[in-house]
């Protein structure tokens, strides 16, 4: 049941990052280009995304999950180093290529070529992270 719930939500998130044009890095750069022509859109998708979760997540807060044994709401409310920079990382890439995680990978269906070049350097950076996150840390580099 609970791949079954897993893949009914990612259909629907896929659904939704499409008919949102969220999967068109235009549209994405078009909201990031405050100086230039800003485009809105992706604002009201992610206040209509907010206006359907947050009343779930509240409603559903403490109680067990239908899929799961249990809810899995992180814990850590610190700020630290690579916290700082995974999210100028993500952001930085975020701008220059119009391109989240989750639409990328829902863009295999819509441009495979791009959607294949992203989710492969994303893929790269993510491997290289385990060796960047122990230095900002401090810890030295891993095994």
Same mark, same amino acid.
């Not at 939500?9 to 405050?34: E, K, Q, R, W, Y």
């Not at 022509?37 to 947050?54: C, D, E, F, Y």
């Not at 990382?89 to 290529?97: D, E």
């Not at 441009?111 to 810890?139: D, Q």
């Given at each position: 049941? @609970?791949?079954?719930? +897993?893949?009914?939500?990612?259909?629907?998130?896929? +659904?939704? /990052?499409?008919?949102?044009? !969220? #999967?068109?890095? +235009?549209?994405?750069?078009? %909201?990031? =280009? %405050?100086?230039?022509? $800003?485009?809105?859109?992706?604002?009201?998708? !992610? *206040?209509?995304?907010?206006? #359907?979760?947050?009343?779930?997540? $509240?409603?559903?807060?403490?109680?067990?999950?239908?899929? *799961?044994?249990?809810?899995?709401?992180?814990?850590?409310? =610190?700020? =630290? +180093?690579?916290? &700082? &920079?995974?999210?100028? #990382? %993500?952001?930085?890439?975020?701008?220059?290529?119009?391109?989240?995680?989750?639409? *990328?990978?829902? !863009?295999?269906?819509?441009?495979?070529? @791009? *959607? %294949?070049?992203?989710?492969?350097?994303?893929?790269?950076?993510? !491997? /290289?992270?385990?060796?960047?996150?122990? $230095?900002?840390?401090?810890?030295?580099?891993? =095994?």
């Amino acid at each position: 049941m @609970m791949i079954i719930g +897993a893949a009914f939500a990612g259909l629907l998130l896929g +659904a939704g /990052l499409t008919l949102s044009g !969220m #999967v068109n890095p +235009a549209i994405v750069l078009g %909201f990031l =280009d %405050f100086a230039g022509v $800003w485009n809105p859109a992706l604002l009201l998708v !992610m *206040a209509g995304a907010l206006a #359907v979760s947050l009343p779930g997540y $509240w409603l559903l807060q403490g109680r067990k999950p239908l899929f *799961a044994e249990k809810q899995f709401i992180p814990t850590r409310r =610190d700020i =630290d +180093a690579p916290l &700082v &920079v995974g999210s100028t #990382v %993500f952001g930085l890439g975020w701008g220059l290529a119009g391109i989240c995680p989750g639409p *990328a990978l829902t !863009m295999f269906g819509i441009n495979p070529l @791009m *959607a %294949f070049i992203f989710v492969f350097a994303m893929t790269v950076g993510m !491997m /290289l992270s385990r060796f960047v996150e122990p $230095w900002l840390r401090g810890t030295g580099i891993p =095994d």
